[in-house]
């Protein structure tokens, strides 16, 4: 005698199989390395906060080179001075005369300096907005209030003044920021793309090659941007040029090379070196002297930070003071090259996986 499955059987039996079916495709989703990107993501998100809210949530000087030029022994005493001001916001150093303290100035060795009178109430302080508003400003306030104490007063300088369309000198960190990303999102576009590791030596020498087109193109865009176009920047377009290109393909190389010993994970760590690490301790939204003793250290050794001093220079200081900088960017550019090709010539397991788009792979 036959016997037909009633509704609520077959109603189960058809929910047991939608809901069998739906949590093996969770654990299909779900997987090892799914996990670790995700948390990986998640702690990205937390060092993104840490890091810029550690470097820039309470700005204070901390040993600005100054110079203190006057006759006689008034540049010593008032040297001494401003040695002792609470929490040692000024280095203070005597210098010959105001000439010198100009020269100085603009070849980036002191970021301001006092001018004594000794015969008169009023003494001249110079400064340089077009290193940063915010620090030629705090200057202000904190000499301001030493002059006070001794009863005279400070008249401000302007040696090498920010551009009127370029507000607090953020237009040099902003320029850096672009050309920084237009090098990481080239690179890990190429990876999403074809794989995040190039199966040969070609392939490696293609990519390199295609983010050197990038670089010019996009150093000149930023360039012709910041200039002609807004006149943000007062600098020359053809050094701008340069510095931008530069800058974009070392990261974009530093990004392939990362990827490359690393697979998609590289993206994450270039993320991590350029924009948590890079960002903040630029020099950017505050001087390395306004910034805490860790992220100034290393703002000048990552491009952010080298490529920021660097665009100021050019713009405000006739180009000063840039050698080290441009070592720094020249390293990135050379050491991700040569990582990038040594690690498509190396050997790997699981190569044919990687070159696979996740379309494909999936």
């Known amino acids: ?45 937390l060092l993104f906060i840490a890091s810029y809210v550690g470097a820039l949530h309470d700005p204070r000087p901390r040993d600005v080179p100054f110079g203190v030029a006057g006759p006689g022994a008034a540049a010593g005493r008032t040297v001494d001075r401003l040695e ?47 290193g940063g508003t915010v620090l030629a400003t705090t200057l202000e306030r904190v000499v301001g209030k030493a002059e006070q104490a001794e009863k005279r007063t400070a008249r401000t300088v302007d040696v090498a003044p920010a551009s009127p369309h370029d507000f607090n000198g953020l237009s040099s960190f902003y320029l850096v920021v672009g050309w920084c990303v237009g090098g990481y999102l ?5 990876a999403i793309s074809t794989g995040a590791r190039p199966s040969n030596p070609r392939r490696a020498a293609i990519r390199l090659i295609v983010m050197a087109l990038v670089a010019i193109v996009g150093g000149l865009g930023g360039a012709v941007i910041v200039g002609p176009i807004l006149g943000a920047l007062p600098g020359g377009v053809l050094d701008l040029w340069g510095l931008g290109a530069l800058i974009t ?21 270039a993320i991590l070196l350029v924009v948590i690490a890079g960002n903040p ?17 290393i703002g000048p050794a990552l491009p952010p930070g080298a490529g920021t001093w660097t665009a100021r220079s050019i713009a405000y200081f006739k180009g000063n003071d840039v050698t080290a900088a441009l070592l720094v960017l020249w390293a990135w550019a050379v050491l991700g090259t040569v990582i990038t090709m040594l690690a498509a010539v190396l050997p790997r397991r699981g190569r044919e996986e990687a070159e696979l788009p996740p379309t494909a792979a999936g």
Request: hydrophobic share 45%.
């Open 281 to 297: 301790s630029a020099g950017g939204a505050f001087p390395l002297p306004l910034l805490p003793p860790f992220w100034a250290a």
């Open 249 to 269: 393909f070392a990261v974009g190389a530093a990004t392939l090379a990362l990827q490359g010993v690393f697979g998609i994970v590289g993206i994450g760590l």
């Open 84 to 130: 002792r001001l609470p929490g040692s916001p000024l280095d203070p150093r005597t210098v010959a005369d105001e000439a010198d303290a100009r020269e100085q100035i603009m070849n980036r060795e002191i970021d301001g300096a006092l001018i004594v009178n000794p015969g008169g109430g009023q003494d001249t302080l110079l400064v340089a907005s077009g």
């Open 186 to 190: 080239c690179a890990s576009i190429l």
């Open 1 to 45: 005698m036959s016997h037909t499955p009633g509704p609520r059987t077959r109603s189960g039996t058809r929910g047991g199989t939608r809901g069998g079916s739906f949590l093996g495709e969770v654990r299909d989703a779900v997987t090892p390395r799914a996990t670790l990107l995700v948390l990986g993501v998640i702690a990205l998100q």
